[in-house]
């Protein structure tokens, strides 16, 4: 079995971009296993050479290299498995603007990963004489010029996108065009997958002459912090993430604008951008993507990975974190952490905090400081294992700071091992999202194919990619002292978990007849009834069943509909990183879909109606909650609404109406004061980020009246309230109909921040925009709590009158209302699991 493993995966990796006999799904996706935080591990890259650069810059020899303070690699392989990497960066830096930027090339075509050569690409030369940064990149060869590897300048931020799925033009490029884009503009380009003798990309020549006038043009409203882009393509459309910077818009004590010099915090925030089925130039407009990851660490850039096998799996992010202004031990360092997403647009961390790649203990280590972590590649010359997953990373001993100049080291991996679900020593059991615990419908649900399983050289059953440490061959599950094991049930509703009748089941092994963790996808059959869960025996019983219930149909395998499942994951000591089907011959679907439960767009609201309103106080802890795919918590929405109905009482001190916080000093709160006003309020490391606050008209009083608050944090066209006002950041609403009042207030956009009104230009515009842009609960990290009536769960702060109703949702619902009809919304209910469906 194990030879016949490594054969079939050794066909379908080298041979990549033809259509794949395998379909493979990583543990951690939730639309095959619902988990907490608590159960992932990620794995961590070995480093070669303890981190040291493969590739170290020589200004020396090539002045070029002087300045590549924000290289980040992306690497080729050709089809003979030569590597080329392509960074961008300074090629000739000026203490006066503007510095050239622009792109160089490193190539490989030995089986020596130190091999790395630095080709004459005979586009671009060195002139030593130069005084500028354009003087000294020449397009053009005069004599005393040196030859180099620039392959294109005045273009940053490079990122390549080879879509191995397509052969006209494969390669995609995007950057930020340094002399065009004025805070607007990003472009793109597309070659082909050809190469010169050298093993550069053949159409940087074209590219040369022609970028400005063939590039697409991606035109924003506003830009402010575009660096490491990259595409990805999902469902047949193409994405790319980006970034953009935030400030606070709350000034402190003594502040004034224009703020000289402007000491506030920079925060750093991902963002994804939908293009279409073709790289077009358009009108684009982002979305955030990931904000802060923990307190410490801010998300610098990220590269969306899907590798070969797992085209209808879940994305990984490859988030090279910045750690975060303030924090002595970890500012301006960079490393990697993993984040996941479903649908492309939906992303969150996998494991907050815990690098996948990180920074060399070692204080005299090259990657000591700051790495930036390229897309991995497989099949290199360097190895005979096709296993072994490269990631190639710019590393320097010095942090992010002015200064560095960094060379290119490595990290590998194994194929498929990035991260998984762990258990020790007590078992732990994982199961797919059901319609009898959670509030999805069946349709939500993972289905299975009876015409796909028995197609001629399919697999129904799962083969498992797993740590363990027995071969489980002959042995009952209590004998183990290491398994992984997958089951699979029909749908009812009454069972547990909505187990119904097995259909089929697998451990994953050992290398067999040792204790050595295997690499490859095993598969031994699962022993209950006496029967192999390997075998077709359970799927006959059911159609048989099926039949004996449906005396009038005639049961046909291939007009059998799909149906839903259940899967379980059985684990003890291991960690269980995915699993595998194999497709049957002429067929792209393997016998499991997870189509439905990859593209589930519910539960997204979180709705509390206190029994008693007088006495509205309550705590939620989502620390530790399930979440189903593409779902967001209150406390960690990139977007949304807040909509409280409530009845307030006059006091002599501040009152909590509703707080999400983790800490002390970093929460969103809205607060009811001694004079009678209502405050919304976000604070980070303790100091207001942004608030805003609207009293009631004069001579009138809020107290013993009921009152509608809301907050909106959406975009214009999602945006109930003040549509006039364009600017996208956030709006607070209160409204009191017994007074005849209502008065909305949007977040403040520090127009002036850096020059005075009458001077403001474009550029303070753009950052001004994207500095108060959207901020809701995923922008304040480590948030794990809401309380309601109270400023914390000891009750500080109480509200002294009463709440009637409080919502948090993706945005406000049309009409009169302010609150959603829950009963026709997949909902997060406030009384028990955040998913369970407890109350309607």
């Not at 020899?61 to 080729?76: D, F, H, K, V």
């Not at 390997?534 to 099926?546: H, V």
């Not at 003040?722 to 209502?742: G, H, T």
């Amino acid at each position: 079995m194990n030879k016949l493993l490594v054969f079939v995966f050794y066909l379908c990796s080298v041979v990549y971009v033809f259509a794949q006999s395998e379909q493979k799904y990583s543990a951690v996706n939730p639309a095959l296993f619902l988990y907490t935080t608590d159960d992932v591990y990620i794995k961590p890259l070995t480093k070669y050479n303890n981190g040291s650069n493969i590739i170290r810059p020589n200004p020396a020899s090539y002045p070029w290299e002087t300045y590549l303070e924000n290289g980040m690699p992306n690497i080729i392989r050709d089809p003979s498995g030569n590597l080329s990497i392509y960074i961008s960066s300074w090629v000739a830096y000026s203490a006066t603007p503007p510095s050239k930027m622009g792109v160089m090339v490193y190539t490989n075509n030995t089986n020596d990963v130190n091999a790395w050569q630095r080709p004459d690409a005979g586009l671009y030369w060195y002139n030593p004489a130069g005084k500028t940064g354009d003087d000294k990149i020449s397009s053009v060869y005069a004599s005393g010029y040196q030859a180099t590897n620039i392959v294109a300048v005045d273009v940053e931020s490079f990122g390549i996108y080879d879509d191995y799925q397509i052969r006209n033009k494969p390669i995609k490029l995007i950057y930020l065009p340094q002399r065009e884009s004025k805070n607007k503009m990003l472009a793109g380009y597309e070659m082909n997958k050809t190469f010169t003798a050298n093993g550069v990309l053949q159409d940087f020549a074209t590219m040369k002459n022609d970028r400005v006038t063939n590039q697409k043009k991606y035109t924003f409203k506003f830009i402010n912090g575009d660096t490491h882009m990259n595409y990805f393509k999902h469902n047949g459309k193409y994405y790319f993430v980006s970034r953009l910077n935030g400030k606070r818009s709350a000034l402190k004590q003594g502040e004034t604008l224009p703020l000289r010099p402007d000491a506030r915090k920079r925060y750093r925030r991902e963002t994804v951008t939908e293009i279409g089925s073709q790289l077009v130039s358009k009108n684009v407009d982002f979305t955030i993507a990931l904000d802060m990851s923990t307190l410490r660490w801010e998300p610098y850039s990220m590269q969306p990975v899907r590798l070969p096998d797992f085209e209808k799996d879940i994305w990984w992010g490859l988030v090279t974190m910045f750690g975060t202004e303030g924090d002595v031990e970890v500012q301006h360092k960079q490393r990697t952490e993993l984040a996941i997403s479903n649908d492309g647009i939906n992303w969150k961390y996998l494991k907050p905090g815990i690098p996948f790649l990180d920074n060399g203990t070692d204080p005299q280590s090259d990657d000591y400081g700051c790495i930036n972590i390229g897309k991995p590649v497989l099949n290199t010359r360097f190895s005979t294992n096709p296993l072994d997953t490269y990631y190639f990373y710019a590393a320097s001993n010095i942090r992010h700071v002015k200064g560095r100049n960094p060379g290119i080291s490595l990290a590998v991996g194994k194929y498929g091992k990035m991260a998984g679900l762990k258990a020790e020593n007590t078992p732990k059991n994982f199961y797919s999202m059901e319609a009898a615990t959670y509030p999805i419908s069946v349709d939500d649900m993972p289905k299975f194919s009876m015409y796909n399983a028995f197609r001629e050289g399919s697999s129904f059953f799962p083969y498992i990619l797993a740590d363990v440490t027995d071969d489980p061959r002959g042995k009952s599950l209590t004998e183990l002292n290491s398994y992984a094991a997958v089951l699979m049930y029909s749908f009812v509703a009454s069972g547990d978990h909505g187990k119904g009748v097995f259909l089929g089941g697998t451990l994953g092994s050992s290398v067999k007849g040792t204790h050595t963790i295997s690499d490859n996808y095993e598969a031994v059959g699962f022993i209950t009834q006496g029967k192999d869960g390997n075998s077709k025996y359970f799927l006959l019983e059911y159609l048989r069943d099926y039949s004996q219930l449906h005396p009038q149909e005639i049961v046909s395998i291939k007009d059998f509909p799909e149906f839903p499942v259940v899967l379980q994951a059985m684990t003890k000591n291991a960690v269980l990183y995915g699993i595998k089907f194999n497709k049957g011959k002429g067929s792209d679907e393997a016998s499991l879909d997870l189509t439905a439960p990859s593209n589930y767009e519910g539960g997204n609201l979180w709705s509390y109606i206190p029994a008693t309103p007088s006495s509205p106080y309550s705590t939620q802890d989502f620390g530790h909650l399930v979440r189903l795919p593409n779902q967001k918590m209150p406390v960690d929405k990139t977007m949304g609404s807040i909509a409280v109905k409530l009845t307030p009482v006059s006091g002599t001190s501040q009152q909590a109406v509703l707080r999400l916080y983790g800490t002390d000093n970093d929460d969103i709160g809205i607060y009811y004061n001694s004079s009678g006003a209502f405050q919304y309020e976000m604070r980070k490391d303790g100091i207001p980020f942004a608030n805003m606050t609207i009293a009631p008209p004069t001579g009138k009083s809020f107290a013993n009246k009921e009152v509608i608050l809301t907050f909106e944090a959406v975009k214009n066209t999602d945006r109930k309230y003040a549509k006039s006002q364009k600017e996208e950041s956030a709006v607070f609403r209160v409204s009191c109909p017994v007074i005849n009042y209502e008065k909305v207030v949007q977040q403040d956009i520090l127009w002036n921040w850096k020059h005075a009104a009458e001077t403001i230009t474009p550029a303070d515009s753009a950052n001004a925009r994207g500095f108060a842009y959207l901020e809701l609960s995923s922008f304040v990290a480590d948030m794990n709590k809401i309380t309601v009536g109270a400023k914390n769960s000891s009750s500080a702060e109480p509200f002294r009158g009463s709440i009637s109703h409080v919502e948090i949702a993706p945005k406000l619902p049309a009409g009169t209302s302010d609150f959603w009809n829950s009963a026709n919304l997949q909902a997060i209910l406030s009384s028990g699991s955040s998913n369970r469906k407890e109350i309607e």
